[in-house]
């Protein structure tokens, strides 16, 4: 079974200051670990993903994850906040374990963390 | 635009019809996925396909909804005797199937909100 838990559904930052979302899984196989932001009346983009290289991923519009399997942790992070990043943010985990034996790869999303972002 | 769309983007229909869906993926993506996410909830799987053949139904998929990829391209999704409850995005999204590396990233479409009165 696969599950993540983002530890904050509401988020406030100022513009300029560090962003910190965070998020715990749980997999029985190696996972795979994403992070999708959904903007209001928009579909889900893809922010990054990590799928067993390297631990630090960077990903789209100054966004990185890294990835600590001690702490099973997969924390977002972006040193400076735009307005423009004002978005609910989703933490997804697929067991890549699951589609070599022949599963679908389906992603299991968290309950998402609502960004403000205040001038 | 060559991302995954849906159609309709909205619909409203009252308790006990029957709605239908409409998914057009990527065009070179084999796999397809169908989502719901309910107000304040991440999406939840309910079901996907390898080209035509539907490979896994999640539980949250009652008898009353079915869906189909006939020509493993466009995918529908039909929900009959509407309940209130149903009412929800309902997200595709697609995949490639050829790169192993690429079964992870999905690509979704922008839903189909469903309110049922």
């Known amino acids: 079974a696969q599950s993540v838990t983002q530890l904050d559904s509401h988020v406030s930052v100022s513009e300029g200051t560090p962003v910190l979302l965070r998020c715990n899984y749980s997999s029985s196989y190696s996972p795979s670990l994403f992070w999708y932001v959904q903007h209001p009346n928009k579909g889900l983009q893809l922010l990054l993903k990590y799928t067993s290289a390297a631990t630090l991923v960077k990903g789209i519009n100054g966004f990185e994850a890294e990835f600590k399997k001690s702490e099973t942790s997969f924390h977002l992070t972006k040193p400076s906040a735009h307005m423009s990043d004002a978005a609910e943010y989703f933490c997804v985990v697929s067991d890549q374990g699951v589609w070599i034996t022949g599963g679908g790869n389906k992603l299991t999303f968290g309950t998402g963390t609502q960004l403000k972002v205040e001038l | 635009d060559t991302g995954v769309s849906q159609d309709p983007r909205h619909k409203i229909t009252k308790r006990g019809q029957n709605v239908t869906f409409r998914c057009d993926p990527i065009s070179e993506h084999n796999r397809l996925y169908w989502y719901r996410q309910t107000l304040g909830q991440g999406p939840e799987f309910l079901t996907y396909?390898?080209?035509?053949?539907?490979?896994?139904k999640s539980r949250l998929l009652s008898d009353r909804f079915s869906a189909e990829r006939p020509k493993g391209s466009f995918s529908t999704l039909e929900i009959q005797r509407t309940e209130q409850g149903d009412s929800a995005m309902y997200l595709c999204a697609s995949s490639q199937g050829r790169d192993p590396k690429a079964y992870n990233e999905q690509f979704f479409g922008p839903g189909t909100r469903l309110t049922v009165l």
């Open positions: 396909f390898q080209n035509e053949a539907q490979l896994e």
